[in-house]
């Protein structure tokens, strides 16, 4: 059951011992107020019909002795007996209307039995005090009017303390209701405070042991992603460093790539001017038959210029070693790249896709370089004809005109294997160039990397704050259930 559903039927169980406190409260004033109800409504107006009954008795006596004593006021007094006999009947009726046990309707019977029989003397009375029977009438009403009137009076008189006593048995009963339903009243509140107190308590342990399960659940598991994050913050900058270096290292393949790519040209423009000196040399064999001696100087010019192409050449081979030793660089850096782009999972995979690029540009080095080996094998080729050539020439020099045509076709060999050079150059300065454009793309696509690398470095160092946190606030909720601190100590950042 989750918190919230026992937090509910919690609530739930005192609402309920509310509703019986406040049932049991609403059954005791509701029975209270009946029995006040009938202590006003019966009892009090019994008594106050009693006190009617003895004051209409005693005015009906009076008006009778007015009738009897002033005749001059027969007339007026006869009206009051009139009204005074209606009061009569309505106290009856009242009387009768309250009493609703078997000994108050007897009662009031008697009395009404005595009223009327008082109501027959009166009528007696009076028409023997019309008639002018003074003595008569007195003697009547001495005789019979005023003993029944007594008697009445004396039984409305007992049925006042009657119902005074019974009045008073109602108040003490009505004194021990109050106080046996104040007393329940006070019992089941004290039993809704302690059964509440109980569900409480209880609840309130149930849910701290919950939530203190949790939160050393939580910190656990926060001190585990803040350690987490913390490595993961080390090997961050650790890459980033690796990177810069990466960086550095790529700027100055860049740098030895730019120089490479000025040799290659300087390659090519020696290259085409041995085409030019070849071509030179053609036309200095046509001329042969009319200046040996002028043969002579070209064919040296031409060992020169041989001697420096082999130069040339060896300087070529140095630098393809040096194009294919950055090959195997980037390959190297490539691979080192990519196993970087792995530890750093999802946030290195451009950073494997570029190494992927730098790896492919550094096998089309080597295959470049391979290319230009096998020219430059070419290239050493042709200048050890050409060697031959000149060795041929002087030879041809010294045995003078009958030479000349192999010297003309010597020469002619020479300038198809310069041309033949010349564009092996112009390849090596394009491969070159392409290089150094490969190269431009590896440092800009370096520099992206190094810009991720630094906003991991940032990213985990916010993660690990959040950690931080996060562990922090674990503390925080144990300290608010009452738990005692942690055993595990908050990892440092370094």
């Known amino acids: 059951m989750t918190i919230s559903k026992k937090i509910i039927g919690g609530y739930v169980a005192i609402l309920s011992l509310l509703v019986l406190v406040t049932s049991v409260a609403f059954f005791a004033l509701k029975q209270t107020q009946a029995t006040y109800d009938h202590f006003l409504n019966v009892d009090e107006r019994l008594l106050e019909a009693a006190n009617e009954l003895r004051a209409t008795t005693f005015a009906q006596q009076t008006y009778v002795r007015g009738i009897l004593l002033y005749p001059e006021l027969q007339q007026p007094n006869q009206i009051f007996l009139a009204e005074n006999d209606r009061k009569f009947k309505q106290t009856f009726e009242k009387m009768r209307s309250l009493m609703n046990t078997g000994e108050g309707s007897t009662l009031v019977d008697n009395l009404e039995t005595l009223q009327q029989q008082l109501q027959q003397a009166q009528q007696n009375s009076v028409r023997l005090a019309l008639e002018k029977k003074d003595e008569e009438a007195l003697a009547y009403t001495i005789k019979e009017f005023r003993p029944r009137s007594m008697a009445l009076i004396e039984k409305a008189t007992r049925f006042y303390e009657r119902q005074a006593k019974l009045l008073e048995k109602a108040r003490a009963e009505l004194d021990e209701k109050v ?20 569900i409480g308590f209880h609840l309130s342990r149930v849910i701290t042991r919950e939530l203190r399960e949790s939160i050393a659940q939580l910190s656990a598991s926060s001190a585990e992603i803040l350690a987490t994050t913390t490595q993961v913050a080390s090997g961050a900058a650790e890459t980033a460093a690796a990177v810069s270096e990466t960086t550095a290292t790529v700027e100055e393949v860049k740098q030895t790539a730019q120089h490479a790519s000025q040799k290659a040209k300087y390659v090519s423009d020696s290259a085409q001017k041995a085409s030019n000196v070849s071509q030179a040399g053609r036309k200095s064999v046509e001329e042969a038959i009319h200046g040996m001696h002028r043969i002579r100087e070209q064919m040296g010019s031409i060992a020169e210029s041989i001697v420096q192409l082999s130069e040339q050449s060896h300087a070529i081979g140095q630098i393809i070693a040096t194009v294919n030793d950055l090959a195997e660089q980037s ?5 080192n790249a990519a196993i970087e782009a792995a530890r750093a999972g999802e946030q ?12 492919s540009l550094a096998e089309q080095s080597k295959q470049a370089t391979g290319q230009v080996r096998t020219i ?36 002619r060999l020479l300038s198809t294997s310069i041309n033949e050079a010349s564009q092996a150059a112009t390849q090596i300065a394009a491969s070159s160039h392409q290089q150094m454009v490969g190269m431009d793309q590896v440092v800009v696509a370096m520099n992206n990397i190094k810009e991720a690398s630094e906003q991991n470095v940032a990213g985990t160092r916010q993660a690990e ?10 503390i925080r909720l144990k300290t608010l259930v009452g738990g005692k601190d942690f055993d595990t100590e908050p990892v440092r950042r370094p």
């Open 179 to 198: 106080s046996f339903y104040t007393l329940t009243l006070i019992m089941a509140a004290l039993f809704a405070v302690i059964v509440g107190l109980t």
């Open 331 to 335: 390959n190297l850096l490539a691979v």
């Open 348 to 359: 290195g995979k451009s950073f494997g896709v570029v190494a992927h690029e730098i790896r």
């Open 376 to 411: 430059l094998g070419d290239i050493q080729k042709a200048t050890n004809i050409a060697v031959l050539a000149t060795e041929q020439g002087n030879k041809a020099v010294e045995a003078g005109v009958k030479q000349s045509a192999a010297t003309d076709e010597a020469i």
């Open 465 to 474: 704050l959040a950690a931080q946190g996060l562990y922090e606030m674990g």
